[in-house]
C-alpha cells in the first residue's frame, strides 16, 4: 500500500470518526468505533469497518451507518481536501469478536492441561 493511500485512510477513518461523535445525534451510535478503512487503489471506493460496544447493535448502527453514508460522505467532502473522494461502505468488524474467541480457546485448553496434569512438584 502506498504511503499516500495509508494517509487517505487516517484521515478518512480520523475525520468519520469525528463526525460520528459531533454530528451524529443517535445513543445507538454513541458506542460506535471505527476500527479500519480500505481505500481502493483508484480512491473510488472506501470499506469502513467500525465496532460497537453492544454486539446486538451491531445490525442496527449498519442499517444507520448506510442510510447516512451519503451525508456522511458530504460532510467528509467538506472537510478533506482531495480529488476524488471515494463512495463509502461500511462493514462490521468482527476481528475484535473473533479475538476474543481465539484467547477464551486458548484459556480453556491451558485449563484442562492445569487440570489434567499429573506432575506434582515436591
Do not use: W
Not at 499516500?4 to 477513518?13: C, D, F, G, H, T
Not at 448502527?61 to 471515494?86: A, E, F, H, S, W
Not at 468482527?94 to 476474543?100: A, K, T
Request: net charge positive.
Amino acid at each position: 500500500m502506498s504511503r499516500r493511500l495509508e494517509k487517505v485512510n487516517s484521515q478518512i477513518k480520523r475525520e468519520i470518526m469525528q463526525i460520528i461523535q459531533k454530528e451524529v445525534d443517535d445513543p445507538c451510535m454513541e458506542l460506535v468505533s471505527i476500527t479500519k478503512v480500505k481505500t481502493t487503489s483508484d480512491l473510488k471506493e472506501a470499506h469502513i469497518y467500525f465496532s460497537v460496544l453492544k454486539e446486538e447493535d451491531t445490525e442496527k448502527v449498519l442499517k444507520i451507518l448506510n442510510r447516512m453514508k451519503n451525508y456522511l460522505r458530504r460532510l467528509l467532502g467538506k472537510r478533506m481536501r482531495i480529488k476524488i473522494l471515494p463512495s463509502l461502505k461500511f462493514f462490521p468488524d468482527d476481528s475484535i469478536r473473533y479475538s476474543v474467541e481465539i484467547y477464551k480457546k486458548i484459556e480453556e485448553v491451558m485449563g484442562d492441561k492445569e487440570d489434567n496434569s499429573d506432575y506434582k512438584r515436591e
